[in-house]
Each structure stands twice: as structure tokens, then as C-alpha cells.
T-cell receptor, first 114, second 113 residues
């Protein structure tokens, strides 16, 4: 079974631009979560989608948004990029939206904002 | 402003020895705890999880211990191998929001040959 796939692996953008990151969950997984990983703040939860609905949201500004499609694939968008948005963005999927199903992470998209 | 890097606690053990990685969690209402391993250039990899109604759970070469009284979690790795070198994260999930994991800062484990 293929794991969580994130594209692209690397991105370089300039301040003020916007970016869209893509995530394909493990086949059969309906819950998709996004996390931001930085050296200073560690791993922080962005949001979670289940059956195309955002079920949970972290403490990030409205410039960070996401969506989930009917095939469970997900995208996240960051508008008006800032230097501090440089990070590894990780997508994770799980079979169910409860505690009995652990998150399985992809290898992330490394975003650099210059 | 100045960017401050995350200072990871480190643990160095000899190949073949057992290692114990500790984690203190913050929310006494958390119901679910999980350990991840992250190698350079990769995303976190699931190792083992435990629910709050358990004190101990064993996997292949790994054991997780949960002490709810002092809000402490530990990961024991038996007979460490070079491939165990990585950063290990503990995470907790509150009762509300099953996938909203709160991660610890991580511990860098180095296995010496």
C-alpha cells in the first residue's frame, strides 16, 4: 500500500506570493491533517479534514487555508507569504477520525520564502 | 527578528544497548499518546501508541510506559541498532479533536557503533 504522497517536495517562493501544496492520503484513509514543522516552534497542527469538512483548526492566521476533495486528496494554500512561513509542511492521514487510528505522515513539502 | 533554533535534548547509546527516551506531557485530560521517529529528510514515522487506560504497551523491540500521575511518557528501545538513530517525538491528543496532536520538542538519539 502506498504511503502519504506530498507534492512538490521543494518550493521556493518570494514574499507576498501564494502557494498551494498537495497531499494524497493512504488509500482508504478519509482523514487528512496538516502540520507545520520549524526549528523554532517544532511540529504544530494546522487543520484537519474529514469527508471534505474541516473538523479542527490550529492557531494559524487566515492566510493558511485548506480543502479536501471527494477522493480524500487535500490541498493547503498559504497566501501573502511571509519569511516566517518557511517550513516543512507535513500532511498526515488516518483511516478514521478517532483515537484508534494513528496518523501516518508523508515526507513533507519544504517551503522556502525569500 | 532573530531566529532561534530548537535545541533538542540528545541521547547517545552504544549499539546493542537499551535506550529510554522520556517525555513530559502537559494536558492531564489527554486521552491518547503516540511516539514518532523522524529521520533526516523524512516525515515522522509511527512507532507505537497508547491510550490513557493503559500503563504499558509493547511492540517489536519497543515499549511505551505511561505514568498519568506525573504526566510522564517513556519509550524504551531494546537492543538498539544504527537504524534507530533519529529524532523521536512524543505527542498527545486531547479528548476533543482526535487528530490534533500536540508534539513534544523531540529527542535526538544517536547510536554509536
Amino acid at each position: 500500500k502506498a504511503g502519504v504522497t506530498q507534492t512538490p517536495r521543494y518550493l521556493i517562493k518570494t514574499r507576498g506570493q501564494q502557494v498551494t501544496l498537495s497531499c494524497s492520503p493512504i488509500s482508504g484513509h478519509r482523514s487528512v491533517s496538516w502540520y507545520q514543522q520549524t526549528p523554532g516552534q517544532g511540529l504544530q497542527f494546522l487543520f484537519e479534514y474529514f469527508s471534505e469538512t474541516q473538523r479542527n483548526k490550529g492557531n494559524f492566521p487566515g492566510r493558511f487555508s485548506g480543502r479536501q476533495f471527494s477522493n480524500s486528496r487535500s490541498e493547503m494554500n498559504v497566501s501573502t507569504l511571509e519569511l516566517g512561513d518557511s517550513a516543512l509542511y507535513l500532511c498526515a492521514s488516518s483511516a478514521l477520525q478517532d483515537l484508534s487510528s494513528p496518523l501516518h505522515f508523508g515526507n513533507g513539502t519544504r517551503l522556502t520564502v525569500t | 527578528g532573530e531566529s532561534v533554533g530548537l535545541h533538542l535534548p540528545t541521547l547517545s547509546v552504544q549499539e546493542g544497548d537499551n535506550s529510554i527516551i522520556n517525555c513530559a506531557y502537559s494536558n492531564s485530560a489527554s486521552d491518547y499518546f503516540i511516539w514518532y521517529k523522524q529521520e533526516s529528510g523524512k516525515g515522522p514515522q509511527f512507532i507505537i501508541d497508547i491510550r490513557s487506560n493503559m500503563d504499558k504497551r509493547q511492540g517489536q523491540r519497543v515499549t511505551v510506559l505511561l505514568n498519568k500521575t506525573v504526566k510522564h511518557l517513556s519509550l524504551q528501545i531494546a537492543a538498539t541498532q544504527p537504524g534507530d538513530s533519529a529524532v523521536y517525538f512524543c505527542a498527545e491528543a486531547p479528548l476533543q479533536g482526535a487528530q490534533k496532536l500536540v508534539f513534544g520538542q523531540g529527542t535526538r538519539l544517536t547510536i554509536n557503533p
